[in-house]
Nanobody, 117 residues
Framework: QVQLVESGGGEVQPGESLTLSCVAS????????MGWYRQAPGKQRELVAS???????NYTDSVKGRFTIFRDIFKNTLYLEMNSLRPEDTATYYC???????????WGQGTQVTVSS
């Protein structure tokens, strides 16, 4: 079973930045598409960014221009750089597979991001 460990969250003020990390227990270069999801209290989990093995990145409209997804295959780590954070970005962030087989692995514990003044 693939294990995912997310980290890097925290409490920041609006406009600040965070970079999240997700370490996977397998060679992520073998995964077609991975992504970052988030879930706010009382809301469904949503995919916010994905990256294919071919290098194609996709973002949900609310984070375009502010978030960047990238990976380090040598560290088996997926990252999410988040800039210009807003209160509405407050959520628990998770990584997993994305695309047609999205969420295929067991979910990790996530990392909490709180944006508040």
């Amino acid at each position: 079973q693939v294990q995912l460990v997310e980290s890097g969250g925290g409490e920041v003020q609006p406009g600040e930045s965070l970079t999240l990390s997700c370490v996977a227990s397998l060679n992520i270069d073998s995964v077609e598409t991975m992504g970052w999801y988030r879930q706010a209290p009382g809301k469904q989990r949503e995919l916010v960014a994905s990256r294919s093995s071919g290098g194609s990145n996709n973002y949900t409209d609310s984070v375009k221009g502010r978030f960047t997804i990238f990976r380090d295959i040598f560290k088996n780590t997926l990252y999410l750089e988040m800039n210009s954070l807003r209160p509405e970005d407050t959520a628990t962030y998770y990584c997993n597979t994305a695309g047609p087989s999205g969420g295929r692995w067991s979910w990790g514990q996530g990392t909490q991001v709180t944006v508040s003044s």
